[in-house]
């Protein structure tokens, strides 16, 4: 009787700590396909059609609907460690692509980003703790496979914690730094109170604003309202005046109310707008990409 008592707790012990560690690899599963979600709803929408990065959101998707799998159908802490490592990983991608710009791209401050680094945040978080406690991978209770690291539980979650709020603490000052969707500040400042320009871009001459970022147009847009507002003009920064005809620009310029009041410039009837992806003069990175709603294309001095 008495060695049924002592192995009571101990079973009780074993019982409880086996749906938190299921707990813990299906929150981490969610967490992995939430975040996939949201790239896979960015590549369909128009991301695909960018270089490199296009095909980069597909493998994200890929593998985190794939490590979600595995962590559903096996209690392998190796499973889960890949599952945090790849959450951090992506989240920095993320941070250098916002604050440093990647293969071309520069991404900005909107919804969809600030949600997803959060998730990928929160994934690395609930994998982390699950890969580095040794009780929770295992259905019997008993150390699981994989990882050996030699620290306590409250070691384990001490550093999780902490390199939780690192991840937060960065992600949070860049999107501080970063140009917020709808700003448009590179637009307005490079254009405002200069005069149009040409360039010779891939054998086109396009129009450009005074340091020499190429302009583009909008399909969607109308000659008198811009359909890009929101997250769209975070990438696709609208142009502001006034602006005045350079050498060789010969079209017509005017000018458009947009929706929040402010006033854009437009060239032969076309809203003009810079891309974050053009870093300097002579790249027209945002030529005939599918984005934000409908396709973009550089200006043509003839204003085609």
């Given at each position: 009787?008495?060695?049924?008592?002592?192995k009571?707790?101990?079973?009780?012990?074993?019982?409880?700590?086996?749906?938190l560690?299921?707990?813990?690899?299906?929150?981490?599963?969610?967490?992995?396909?939430a975040?996939?979600?949201i790239h896979?709803?960015?590549y369909?929408t128009?991301y695909?059609?960018?270089p490199?990065?296009?095909p980069?959101?597909?493998?994200?998707v890929?593998?985190?609907?794939?490590?979600?799998?595995?962590?559903l159908?096996?209690?392998s802490?190796?499973?889960?460690?890949a599952?945090?490592?790849?959450?951090?990983s992506?989240?920095?991608?993320?941070?250098?692509?916002?604050?440093?710009?990647?293969?071309g791209?520069?991404?900005?401050r909107t919804?969809?980003g600030?949600?997803?680094?959060?998730?990928?945040?929160?994934?690395f978080a609930?994998?982390?703790?699950y890969?580095?406690?040794?009780s929770?991978a295992?259905?019997?209770?008993?150390?699981?496979?994989?990882l050996?690291?030699?620290?306590?539980?409250?070691?384990a979650?001490?550093?999780?914690?902490?390199?939780?709020?690192?991840?937060?603490?960065?992600?949070?000052?860049?999107?501080?730094?970063?140009?917020?969707?709808?700003?448009?500040?590179?637009g307005?400042q490079?254009?405002?109170?200069?005069?149009l320009?040409?360039?010779?871009?891939?054998?086109?001459?396009?129009?450009?604003?005074?340091?020499?970022?190429?302009?583009y147009?909008?399909?969607?847009?109308?000659p008198?309202?811009?359909?890009?507002?929101g997250?769209?003009?975070?990438?696709?920064?609208?142009?502001?005046?006034?602006?005045t005809a350079?050498?060789?620009?010969?079209?017509?310029?005017?000018?458009?109310?947009?929706?929040?009041?402010?006033?854009?410039?437009?060239?032969?009837g076309h809203?003009?707008?810079?891309?974050?992806?053009?870093?300097?003069?002579?790249?027209?990175?945002?030529?005939?990409?599918?984005?934000?709603?409908?396709?973009?294309h550089?200006?043509?001095?003839s204003?085609?």
């Open positions: 009787m008495s060695t049924q008592l002592r009571g707790p101990a079973s009780r012990v074993k019982a409880a700590s086996l749906p560690g299921l707990l813990l690899r299906v929150a981490g599963t969610g967490l992995l396909w975040t996939a979600a896979l709803d960015l369909l128009g695909r059609t960018i490199t990065i296009g980069l959101f597909l493998f994200q890929v593998a985190a609907f794939a490590l979600g799998g595995l962590l159908v096996t209690p802490r190796l499973a889960a460690a599952g945090a490592g790849f959450a951090l992506t989240l920095g991608g993320y941070l250098l692509t916002v604050q440093f710009g990647l293969f791209f520069r991404e900005v919804t969809p600030i949600v997803a680094g959060i998730i990928d945040v929160a994934a609930v994998l982390a703790v890969a580095a406690v040794p929770f295992d259905r019997r209770g008993k150390p699981g496979s994989g050996s690291l030699g620290i306590s539980q409250r070691q979650g001490l550093g999780v914690v902490g390199v939780s709020l690192v991840a937060l603490a960065l992600l949070g000052g860049a999107l501080a730094a970063a140009g917020s969707a709808g700003g448009g500040s590179q307005g490079a254009a405002a109170g200069s005069g320009r040409t360039a010779s871009i891939g054998g086109v001459t396009v129009l450009t604003n005074a340091r020499g970022l190429t302009l147009w909008f399909a969607p847009d109308t008198t309202k811009s359909a890009c507002n997250d769209c003009a975070g990438y696709w920064p609208p142009v502001r005046g006034p602006l350079g050498r060789g620009v010969t079209g017509r310029l005017g000018t458009i109310t947009r929706a929040d009041g402010s006033t854009q410039e437009t060239y032969d809203p003009l707008y810079t891309y974050v992806g053009d870093s300097g003069p002579g790249q027209a990175h945002g030529n005939n990409l599918n984005l934000n709603g409908g396709l973009w550089e200006v043509p001095v204003g085609g």
